[in-house]
């Protein structure tokens, strides 16, 4: 199949990747049905984690894993859960994307894949104090396009 | 945000691939961000001071 990423990019992210500190699982909910993006979501996955050795890739089906789908609150496929990884042991941060991250969002997925890695939300520290105070559970989805 | 709180889970959503959510929410420009389902709405990138905000008052509601 024909690469997603050119050599350019790849040696963009590369560079991007460079400070990349603790590992980071990337797990991949797909579906058979009705999912147009699955298979190009799934694919630029692999490109992306291909190309630094703290990143790993488990790929999940909605259906087939529905336990495991409803363990991460992956409702919508593509699904893409970003979590933290040490040793055999994968934890989830609630740090997800639902569809295929193109075009602009996908510096988001690699800003995201960097945040991760670093164990390092960058926020300020009033920001950080405010959340860690919060007693009840909060969603938040942020709605965005490719352009 | 969600890596600083248990609580938190954040999901960013293609829009156009999801587009009967984004009516529920009647997201029509982006970044819309949307807080427990409605409860709080904070449209454009914003500071996270002010995104904080509205996830107070959200969770108060």
């Known amino acids: ?147 | 945000m969600a890596m600083e709180s248990d609580m938190v889970q954040a999901e960013m959503v293609e829009a156009m691939e999801f587009h009967d959510l984004s009516n529920r929410y009647g997201v029509s420009g982006v970044p819309h961000t949307v807080v427990n389902d409605g409860k709080g709405n904070v449209i454009g990138a914003v500071p996270e001071t002010n995104l904080m905000a509205e996830i107070q008052r959200a969770v108060t509601r």
């Not at chain 1, 055999?88 to 995201?112: C, K, N, W, Y």
């Open chain 1, 1 to 147: 199949m024909e690469r997603l990423l050119n050599d350019n990019i790849v040696s963009q992210i590369r560079e991007a990747f460079e400070n990349l500190k603790h590992p980071v699982r990337v797990l991949f909910f797909g579906s058979k049905e009705d999912c147009d993006y699955c298979d190009d979501t799934r694919q630029l996955l692999e490109e992306v984690v291909a190309i630094s050795d703290v990143l790993s890739l488990s790929v999940y089906d909605m259906e087939a894993d529905a336990d495991l789908a409803r363990h991460f609150n992956v409702s919508m496929a593509p699904g893409i859960v970003i979590a933290a990884k040490e040793g055999d042991q994968i934890t989830d941060l609630g740090v997800r994307m639902a569809g295929i991250p193109s075009g602009h969002e996908f510096s988001s997925l690699i800003q995201d894949l960097i945040l991760v890695s670093g164990r390092d939300s960058g926020l300020n520290p009033q920001t950080r104090e405010m959340l860690k105070a919060l007693t009840k559970p909060v969603l938040l989805q942020v709605f965005v396009t490719p352009t």
